[in-house]
């Protein structure tokens, strides 16, 4: 130890203080990457590894931050039902009259919903998850209500109901029949209901 004058001595210096590294966008990349693997391979291909790795995060970090498989899977589909109704209420604000909120649902139809395979996927994903499993089953009611809400800000509620189910089904047939849909067939089913339905 350094001596000081009388014989004095003082201690040695203190180690430098380590601090710990922060990742607060962690959860968030679990999150994502836990989107990305069900996309892949099915929440049935799903597993705490795979969604590490694809987040790369350590393992440990699934329990740390989540309670189990489960709470992810909340949580993703949550995020995921989430952002799609944000895009459907984006669209639909921007109409000003039936007629443009029309072509809205044209646009909604044939641009937005399920654009592409990962949002398909993802979609039936959660249905599947939500015919059994009534936390699941609640995402999906809030989505519904989220899309039923924009639609009644243009057309009256049993309208947009129907409308809603309309977008569904036609999403889905245009995401897997094999016959290409033309954007004139649906934008005439979307007339024949507010035509034959709206006052």
């Known amino acids: ?5 009388a014989g004095k001595t003082t201690a ?21 990457a836990c989107l990305d693997v069900i996309a892949e391979a099915g929440v049935a291909g799903a597993s705490h590894r ?7 995060v350590p393992l440990g970090s699934m329990t740390y931050h989540f309670e189990g498989m489960e709470d992810i899977l909340r949580e993703a589909f949550t995020r995921f039902a989430g952002t799609v109704a944000d895009s459907f209420e984006r669209r639909l604000a921007k109409a000003t009259d039936q007629s443009s909120a029309q072509a809205a649902v044209i646009e909604i ?6 654009g592409n395979q990962r949002d398909l996927v993802l979609t039936h994903e959660l249905y599947t998850l939500a015919a059994r499993d009534p936390q699941f ?7 519904m209500r ?20 309309l977008i569904e089904g036609l999403t889905i047939h245009r995401a897997l029949d094999n016959e290409t849909r033309s954007a004139a067939s649906d934008a005439e089913a979307v007339s024949r209901i507010t035509r034959t339905i709206a006052p």
Do not use: C, G, Y
């Open 146 to 165: 989220r899309s039923r809400h924009a639609l009644e800000q243009h057309f009256d509620p049993l309208t947009a109901r129907l409308l809603d189910a």
């Open 137 to 143: 089953q609640n995402i999906t009611n809030t989505w």
């Open 1 to 5: 130890m350094p001596k000081l004058a």
């Open 109 to 114: 139809i044939t641009e937005d919903v399920f």
């Open 12 to 32: 040695p210096p203190a180690p430098a203080r380590r601090f710990r590294r922060v990742d607060p966008e962690r959860r968030e990349r679990i999150v994502d």
């Open 50 to 56: 795979k969604i590490a790795a694809a987040a790369n």
